[in-house]
């Protein structure tokens, strides 16, 4: 089921998918989360962090703290101001791609991954950063605005 959301008429649509948090754990507000494709529990509804060579099960982004089996919404399409982004320790442009990291709640550019990242051309772009982030001098994470386009 899909929820769409407008809070005016000159705002922008969100649209939400139902789901349930099977991670075992909490999943913060901010966080990636992806459907979950492990064992029998492939149903288009249950959803987990990012897990490593599943990232194109890519769903969205929590838009508030979920306890494991808590059954909430997701934001799978527009703006969110509160995503959990990977600081860098380069500049990181407005309008920068932004990828989900595998064992990860948090996202990153893609530029940020492609220097490290051997398959590079496996990244699921689900969406991009708003504004423009400056260096740091250590790699932590924060949040910031984001467009998501999970779809």
Same mark, same amino acid.
């Given at each position: 089921?899909?929820?769409?959301?407008?809070?005016?008429?000159?705002?922008?649509?969100?649209?939400?998918?139902?789901?349930?948090?099977?991670?075992?754990?909490?999943?913060?507000?901010?966080?990636?989360?992806?459907?979950?494709?492990?064992?029998?529990?492939?149903?288009?509804?249950?959803? &987990?962090?990012?897990?490593?060579?599943?990232?194109?099960?890519?769903?969205?982004?929590?838009?508030?703290?979920?306890?494991?089996?808590? &059954?909430?919404?997701?934001?799978?399409?527009?703006?969110?101001?509160?995503?959990?982004?990977?600081?860098?320790?380069?500049?990181?442009?407005?309008?920068?791609?932004?990828?989900?990291?595998?064992?990860?709640?948090?996202?990153?550019?893609?530029?940020?991954?492609?220097?490290?990242?051997?398959?590079?051309?496996?990244?699921?772009?689900?969406?991009?950063?708003?504004?423009?982030?400056?260096?740091?001098?250590?790699?932590?994470?924060?949040?910031?605005?984001?467009?998501?386009?999970?779809?």
């Amino acid at each position: 089921m899909a929820l769409f959301k407008r809070l005016a008429p000159e705002a922008a649509e969100q649209v939400y998918m139902i789901g349930r948090n099977i991670e075992g754990g909490s999943i913060p507000m901010g966080a990636m989360v992806q459907l979950s494709g492990g064992n029998s529990d492939v149903s288009g509804y249950d959803f &987990v962090q990012p897990n490593t060579n599943q990232l194109w099960a890519f769903r969205g982004v929590a838009p508030q703290a979920f306890d494991d089996q808590e &059954v909430g919404m997701v934001l799978v399409h527009g703006y969110f101001a509160s995503g959990i982004v990977r600081r860098e320790t380069v500049t990181v442009p407005s309008a920068a791609p932004i990828v989900p990291i595998a064992g990860q709640n948090f996202m990153a550019s893609v530029a940020s991954t492609t220097a490290s990242s051997v398959d590079v051309t496996q990244q699921p772009i689900v969406g991009f950063l708003i504004g423009t982030q400056a260096s740091s001098s250590a790699t932590a994470t924060f949040q910031a605005g984001v467009f998501i386009r999970g779809l």
